[in-house]
């Protein structure tokens, strides 16, 4: 039986040290073994975020972190900016008017990213704005927002904190938590952080634990202060998801056998061009900018005369390449090309050349291997630097 070549937005592949450590045999959350553990792996972790701040583990998905983020630091009534780009920054929308915040939402286009100019415009009529709750990597579209120029927007306009999430491309983005503002910043693991989902990862500023401090809003289960509290002591306030902190340690160990966090984020932009320059050559669009392009997910647009579900489903079946769909309103417009965490050069290659055969086999007018020589031309060239 042939292997499900998985090129999603996640979940994605996950490597066998991974899987071997998650194998290890179960301990209990309330021992010296376990301390260990979590200090040492929330420690290593730091670089993804770029942070001198403690790592907090829920054991959940990344949509918990990012109510966390919301509830501990907004009361009823109080006013936020949401920031949307895509399906992900309709979320954050969605879990602040479900706690009753007064939320102002600043909309682009699926596809543009948010800039400076349209943050600092929006932001002018504005007063008394207690969070700006953002989107680094949108799923749903691909598009990566400018996060160090839109938090410096925030700290210059703003006496707001500055929330962001971060799901879908901390493990494979730059990422400069303290130096770009950001107050609260969340993942999830089953993305570029290469492990199954379950984990969610977060990280707040000193200036957002003061606001924590005094919020009115109450929560328990997410109760970050509680996470804090037990944090300092190596362990968690209700049973962590054990086994995924065991894979993550062995996620940092393959972080440092790459070369450290600087080499991955290189690697993820390399596969980035080599999916984008293919497309381009294959005549197929893409959804967005290169300036904005994510380093983790590609945006593509149907090929001319194809029906994207029959062809999408023909990869699967046929080739056993699976994609994800478009959401929302690019529903059978886009599909979404993964290339995050477990992922390498080779691996967009034999992607590409099986989007190649599949075209083939749909009359698809193209240059046959036009697009697996682009992005072999973009490999060959980064590997000469």
């Given at each position: 039986?042939y292997p499900?070549i998985l ?9 066998k040290k991974?899987e071997?450590a ?18 040492e ?15 907090l ?38 879990i ?22 349209d ?11 207690k969070?700006v709750?953002?989107?680094?990597n949108?799923?749903?579209t ?21 929330i ?12 400069e ?9 969340v993942t ?8 199954p989902p379950g ?5 707040v500023?000193?200036?957002a ?7 009115r809003?109450?929560s328990?289960y997410l109760?970050l ?10 362990m968690t306030?209700n049973t962590?998801?054990i086994s ?5 340690s ?6 440092e056998e790459?070369g ?23 005549s197929?669009?893409l959804?967005?900018s290169?300036?904005f392009?994510?380093?983790t997910?590609?945006a ?12 999408l ?16 309103h690019?529903q059978?417009?886009i599909?979404r090309f ?9 691996d ?5 050349s099986?989007?190649e ?14 697009g ?5 031309n973009?490999?060959?060239?980064a590997?000469?630097?």
């Open positions: 039986m499900n090129r999603h937005p996640g979940p994605t592949p996950i490597p991974v071997l998650m194998a290890q045999d179960m301990i209990s959350h309330r021992t010296e073994e376990f301390v260990n553990l979590y200090q792996t929330t420690h290593r972790v730091k670089p993804i975020f770029g942070t001198k701040q403690d790592i583990l829920l054991p959940s998905g990344g949509t918990a972190a990012l109510e966390a983020a919301a509830v501990n630091t907004v009361s009823p009534g109080e006013e936020v900016v949401v920031i949307t780009v895509g399906a992900f920054g309709d979320y954050f929308v969605s602040c008017e479900k706690y009753g915040f007064h939320v102002h939402k600043l909309v682009k286009n699926w596809g543009e990213a948010c800039t400076e100019v943050l600092i415009e929006f932001l002018k009529p504005l007063s008394n704005i969070a709750f953002a989107t680094y949108e799923t749903s691909g598009i990566l927002n400018p996060i160090d120029k839109l938090g410096e927007v925030v700290r210059t306009y703003t006496d707001a904190l500055f962001v999430d971060g799901v879908s491309c901390l493990g494979g983005a730059p990422a938590m303290d130096q770009w503002g950001i107050d609260i910043f999830g693991s089953q993305k570029a952080i290469m492990l984990l969610a990862l977060l990280s500023s000193e200036r634990w003061k606001v924590i401090e005094t919020n809003t109450p328990y109760n202060m509680s996470y804090r509290e037990w944090a300092s002591k190596g306030p962590p998801a995924l902190i065991m894979g993550l062995a996620v940092c160990d393959l972080i790459e450290g966090f600087s080499k991955t984020i290189e690697r993820h932009e390399v596969m980035k061009n080599m999916v984008r320059e293919a497309m381009k050559a294959l197929i669009g959804l967005t290169d300036e392009a994510s380093p997910i590609t593509i647009q149907t090929p001319e005369g194809l029906e994207l579900s029959t062809f489903g023909h990869l699967k079946k046929k080739y056993h390449l699976d994609f994800a769909g478009g959401l929302g690019l059978g417009k599909f993964g290339h995050m965490g477990y992922c390498f050069p080779s967009i290659l034999e992607a590409v099986l989007i055969a599949g075209l083939q086999d749909f009359s698809y007018p193209f240059e046959p291997g036009a697996v020589r682009a992005a072999q973009v490999f060959l060239s590997r000469r630097k």
